[in-house]
């Protein structure tokens, strides 16, 4: 069965401090993990795509990055406005899209 | 270009009550997805649609069933609402060919 596991579970950060969120995952077979940004009571909103080992993908603060076993969404300099849950997923096919419970960041000016 | 949307934004219901909820794809897209959302989890796969088919489903209930029309456009019906369906209702939109989903703004549902 495919997890998703997530941490840390709340972040609270300082304006202009970086850090980075962890996903780590079981699946038989990735055919994607994704990352999605949700503002409360909202739809998630598309952030990344990534398909195989040692791809990284960027925007804006936050750059993404993924291995075998997990992927980790890095926020640099982080503004008030970045505070959002952050929710990652993956695809290996048995289900569309597997979610983890998220991290909820609060960025702090 | 239009992103996906979704109707209503807000619905009460009482138990028992039958509910059916409405999604149109983003533009170009083919593939309609459903997810249930409770407060402070993931959203969870409930189905996806292509080709008016349902090609996939997760672990929901007969109750939950929906359909695609031909301009790709989705429902999503569920029947005999218990409180536990009280839920964000996201509905997602692809191309079959492709991974990524994008998501509508979300049915939040309260069942009392």
């Known amino acids: 069965e495919d997890q998703v596991t997530q941490s840390p579970e709340a972040l609270r950060l300082q304006e202009g401090e970086s850090s980075s969120l962890n996903c780590s995952y079981t699946v038989s077979g990735l055919r994607g993990l994704f990352w999605y940004r949700q503002d409360p009571g909202k739809g998630p909103e598309f952030l990344f795509t990534l398909y195989s080992a040692g791809e990284e993908k960027e925007k804006e603060r936050l750059k993404a990055t993924l291995t075998k076993k997990e992927s980790f969404l890095h926020i640099t300099a982080p503004k008030p406005e970045d505070s959002a849950t952050y929710l990652c997923?993956?695809?290996?096919?048995?289900?569309?899209?597997?979610f983890g419970k998220g991290t909820r960041l609060s960025v702090i000016a | 270009d239009a992103g996906v949307t979704q109707s209503p934004t807000h619905l009460i219901k009482t138990r028992g009550q039958q509910v059916t909820l409405r999604c149109s794809p983003k533009s170009g897209h083919d593939t309609v997805s459903w997810y249930q959302q409770a407060l402070g989890q993931g959203p969870q796969f409930i189905f996806q649609y292509y080709e008016e088919e349902e090609r996939q489903r997760g672990n929901f209930p007969d109750r939950f069933s929906g359909h695609q029309f031909p301009n790709y456009s989705s429902e999503l019906n569920v029947n005999a609402l218990l409180l536990g369906d009280s839920a964000l209702y996201l509905c997602?939109?692809?191309?079959?060919?492709?991974?990524?989903?994008?998501f509508g703004p979300g049915t939040r549902l309260l069942v009392l």
């Open positions: 997602a939109s692809s191309l079959v060919s492709e991974e990524t989903q994008y």
């Open positions: 997923a993956v695809n290996s096919g048995n289900t569309p899209l597997v």
